[in-house]
């Protein structure tokens, strides 16, 4: 049996404090052999940067997915294509820089793919991601039937459409972008791990990690705003999977839910 824990999307500062304070104690607590997180809003709520993946892996994190705020830090596509341990939704067109999918080592036995795709419900138009799983769940599955699938969606029903589209060919299907973790979390008739959103490791008094105060003010105003991340206490969402290594079935999915003190730096 393999244990995977998946973070929910970091957000700023006060998700980095929470994973750099967490994610080293649960990999000892249940002995987890890989630990992937979806990085797209860690570089001060939107992006990524080289710094802030190195300041992840440095914290614990093996494998960092993405969404839809992939681009909005310049500086990404100077290194995506180099980097082994990122992905960015596969169904973006042909030619867009980095990867969509990734085969890594977990031990010297056992590799898992990883699959990030993005929705088409309220978010920008990209190819289809049913169309992209399959080809790219058809080619794994040659190398490996360990699958992880971070679907990162607005839409409740395309989120829960894909979890049985995908029933019984990956591992785990699991929701992204969000911010709010449900309470869902099950194993799917054909033996995969799904939940609808995964949810926000950031600050916990916050709307989806922003002030609370400027998303108030564009509701009511419809004035554009500039959105801050929020400070105080933070939250660290994730999903604890067991794996059997060699089916490849989802065993058992449990929601983590953990608070940090965010005052200090």
């Known amino acids: 049996m393999l244990r995977v824990l998946m973070i929910g999307d970091i957000v700023g500062r006060p998700g980095r404090k929470a994973v750099r304070e967490k ?16 990085g797209e809003n860690a570089a001060g709520g939107v992006g990524l940067t080289r710094e802030i993946a190195d300041e992840l892996y440095a914290a614990g994190v093996d494998f960092i997915t993405m969404g839809n705020h992939t681009w909005d830090k310049k500086e990404i596509f100077t290194f995506i294509d180099h980097e082994p341990s990122i992905v960015r939704p596969a169904n973006y067109p042909p030619g867009t820089p980095g990867m969509g999918s990734a085969v890594v080592r977990i031990n010297k036995v056992n590799k ?17 991601p049913f169309r992209a799983a ?18 990162h969606a607005e839409a409740t029903s395309e989120k829960i459409a894909m979890g049985y589209y995908l029933d019984g060919r990956v ?20 033996g995969s791990a799904y939940i609808t959103d995964v949810g926000m490791t950031g600050p916990r008094d916050s709307v989806l990690g922003v002030q609370t ?53």
Request: aromatic share 6%; hydrophobic share 45%.
């Open 171 to 190: 591992s785990a299907v699991v929701g992204t972008h969000t911010h709010v973790q449900t309470s869902d979390e099950r194993i799917l008739p054909g």
């Open 213 to 265: 105060d400027l998303v108030i003010q564009k509701f009511i105003t419809q004035l554009p705003v500039r959105f801050e991340v929020a400070e105080g206490v933070a939250q660290l969402n994730g999903v604890l999977l067991e794996l059997d290594e060699n089916t490849g079935k989802a065993i058992s999915i449990e929601r983590i839910i953990d608070t940090i003190d965010n005052k200090t730096k």
């Open 23 to 38: 994610v080293k104690a649960y990999r000892q607590k249940y002995k987890l052999d890989f630990v992937i997180a979806n």
């Open 134 to 151: 399959d080809e790219i769940v058809n080619k794994m599955r040659k190398e490996t039937t360990l699958i992880f699938v971070d679907f």
């Open 112 to 128: 898992i793919g990883i699959i990030n795709l993005a929705g088409r419900v309220f978010l920008p138009a990209l190819d289809c």
